[in-house]
């Protein structure tokens, strides 16, 4: 079974930066993409960002728009970990974050917009405030 764990996450003021982390275990970050969903309180969850399998002949990622220029998605293969590096962060950004991926369809499968609709395993999520 997979399991992520997230951790990173915290109070932070605008403008300022975290860094997420993800370890992954029983899971191959060459086979498979992983990403990052939020929930804000009262909202839907939303894709934040993905990386695609490093087995494919790309490096494709997928940001949404929001974050676009601001976060970057990595990957560290051999520590089976994956970051979300998030700066100049906004009260908007405010969310429980979780890792995620997608077992069943996501062999192989590039990151794109539609990628998290089917995200099928994550973790437990950390809470990220931005708060003055």
């Known amino acids: 079974q997979v399991q992520f764990v997230e951790s990173g996450g915290g109070l932070v003021q605008p403008g300022g930066s975290l860094r997420l982390s993800c370890a992954a275990s029983?899971?191959?970050?060459?086979?498979?993409?992983i990403g990052w969903f939020r929930q804000a309180p009262g909202k839907e969850r939303e894709g934040v960002s993905c990386i695609s399998p490093s087995d494919r002949n790309d490096a494709s990622t997928y940001y949404t728009d929001s974050v676009k220029g601001r976060f970057t998605i990595s990957k560290d293969r051999p520590k089976n970990t994956v970051y979300l590096q998030m700066n100049n962060l906004k009260p908007e950004d405010t969310a429980v974050y979780y890792c995620?991926?997608?077992?069943?369809?996501?062999?192989?499968?590039?990151?794109?917009?539609?990628?998290?609709?089917?995200?099928?395993?994550w973790g437990k999520g950390s809470l990220v405030t931005v708060s003055a």
């Open positions: 995620a991926t997608d077992i069943k369809e996501g062999f192989l499968r590039g990151c794109d917009s539609k990628w998290f609709d089917g995200v099928d395993n």
């Open positions: 029983r899971f191959s970050l060459d086979n498979y993409g």
